[in-house]
């Protein structure tokens, strides 16, 4: 489970096995044992959410597309796509 970046006790991640074929780009964002995903194409958008206010995930959704690139990259640097 790679971790991206933390960010106000949020922990940033995505799963190293998510299904075969694997799911399209997404984050999976947790903290206080709540998680939320986040698709990141066609645009950021949420995927799940399992117990945040309307208000923390429009928070969490913007920091997403704030660091779009960050997160991207390292789930290239991590599946080794180019």
């Known amino acids: 489970?790679?971790?991206?970046?933390?960010?106000?006790?949020?922990?940033?991640?995505?799963?190293a096995n998510e299904g075969n074929p694997r799911e399209p780009m997404h984050v999976h964002i947790e903290k206080?044992?709540?998680?939320?995903?986040?698709?990141?194409?066609?645009?950021?958008?949420?995927?799940?959410n399992d117990g945040f206010n309307a208000k923390t995930l429009r928070e969490l959704n913007e920091l997403v597309e704030q660091?779009?690139?960050v997160i991207t990259g390292a789930?290239?640097?991590f599946f080794g796509e180019s």
């Open 75 to 77: 789930w290239h640097e």
């Open 1 to 15: 489970m790679p971790v991206i970046f933390r960010h106000k006790g949020f922990k940033f991640f995505f799963y």
């Open 67 to 69: 660091r779009h690139k």
């Open 32 to 48: 206080d044992n709540i998680e939320a995903k986040f698709w990141l194409f066609p645009n950021v958008h949420l995927a799940y």
